[in-house]
T-cell receptor
Framework: GAVVSQHPSRVICKSGTSVKIECRSL??????MFWYRQFPKQSLMLMAT?????????EQGVEKDKFLINHASLTLSTLTVTSAHPEDSSFYIC??????????FGQGTRLTVV | QKEVEQNSGPLSVPEGAIASLNCTYS??????FFWYRQYSGKSPELIMS????GDKEDGRFTAQLNKASQYVSLLIRDSQPSDSATYLC??????????FGKGTKLSVKP
């Protein structure tokens, strides 16, 4: 299957700092990128959907000014967690979709805010 | 009604048995249906896709789709302990992007 490369896999940051997570589709053009968050023992929660070249659509309850999404090209999307706090500690996963096909997940980023 | 619904489980089956996972969806315009498997602490991986009514088999896995009933299922034959994971059903919205169910946790007991 297609590959989505997500980095970093783990990051620890201090409270109040910002963290950028990067997802690259390596062998297909991801016209749509989904960003999810998953807390321990809970299901995937969709945070936002972004289409290349346009602003992301955020799910209800997700602060767009806190979770900045950039999808400037068909192979790269980034999520920046701004002014991170301990409650933002979670497993963040991206998923790329090219057209009306299946989506492929990145490896995930485990964020710990201390 | 939630867009994609799954029984959260846990579903427990003995090794060698058939595990049956079910999913219903609300958007009648949905065209594509997928099953993903997620091991604890890992990201989901695609295991099956199905686009037309009926059954689709791939090894020990069979996906079944009934668009009239808005129902899609996944059967796992000869279940193994390594199949223990959370199984996510995903359905494409009419405009193409995927909506995931909350997942069913499967436990296969040796």
């Amino acid at each position: 299957g297609a590959v989505v490369s997500q980095h970093p896999s783990r990051v620890i940051c201090k409270s109040g700092t910002s963290v950028k997570i990067e997802c690259r589709s390596l062998d297909f053009q991801a016209t749509t990128m989904f960003w999810y968050r998953q807390f321990p023992k809970q299901s995937l929660m969709l945070m936002a959907t972004s289409n290349e070249g346009s602003k992301a659509t955020y799910e209800q309850g997700v602060e767009k000014d806190k979770f900045l999404i950039n999808h400037a090209s068909l192979t790269l999307s980034t999520l920046t967690v701004t002014s991170a706090h301990p409650e933002d500690s979670s497993f963040y996963i991206c998923s790329g979709q090219g057209g009306n096909t299946e989506a492929f997940f990145g490896q995930g980023t485990r964020l710990t805010v201390v | 009604q939630k867009e994609v619904e799954q029984n959260s489980g846990p579903l427990s089956v003995p090794e060698g048995a058939i595990a049956s996972l079910n999913c219903t969806y609300s958007d009648r315009g949905s065209q594509s249906f997928f099953w993903y498997r997620q091991y604890s602490g890992k990201s989901p991986e695609l295991i099956m896709s199905i686009y037309s009514n009926g059954d689709k088999e791939d090894g020990r896995f069979t996906a079944q789709l009934n668009k009239a009933s808005q129902y899609v299922s996944l059967l796992i034959r000869d279940s193994q302990p390594s199949d223990s994971a959370t199984y996510l059903c995903a359905v494409s919205r009419s405009q193409g992007n995927l909506i995931f169910g909350k997942g069913t946790k499967l436990s296969v007991k040796p």
